[in-house]
């Protein structure tokens, strides 16, 4: 099994920063993808960022191009997102997910461990 713990969500205002992280442990795997998604009230889940195994490999949904970065320090089993440039639409709770694979998926339902979700609320 596979824990994974975040931390760095709050409150912020439009503009602000923000670095999320999220610790993975449990069972390692050789080589794994580490992906932030996210979820506002009444809506689906939707991916924001995602890095392979290797980080050289990442992917970013269009709407946080250019303001977040995602790295990851395989040492440490931790990823984490650097979110610049706050908008209030950045608004939902971010959960990070893990799938035991080297190819960086958009689709929720492809990751099969996820961490418990930590709250990001930017006011206008």
């Known amino acids: 099994q596979v824990q994974l713990d975040e931390s760095g969500g709050g409150l912020v205002q439009a503009g602000d920063s923000l670095r999320l992280s999220c610790a993975a442990s449990g069972r390692t795997f050789s080589s794994y993808t580490m992906a932030w998604f996210r979820q506002a009230p009444g809506k689906e889940r939707e991916f924001v960022a995602g890095i392979g195994w290797s980080a050289g490999a990442t992917s970013y949904a269009d709407s946080v191009k250019g303001r977040f970065t995602i790295s990851r320090d395989n040492a440490k089993n931790t990823v984490y997102l650097q979110m610049n440039s706050l908008k209030p639409e950045d608004t939902a709770v971010y959960y990070c997910?893990?799938?035991?694979?080297?190819?960086?998926?958009?689709?929720?339902?492809?990751?099969?461990?996820w961490g418990q979700g930590t709250q990001v609320t930017v006011s206008s």
């Open positions: 997910a893990v799938r035991p694979s080297m190819a960086v998926i958009t689709t929720a339902r492809r990751y099969d461990y």
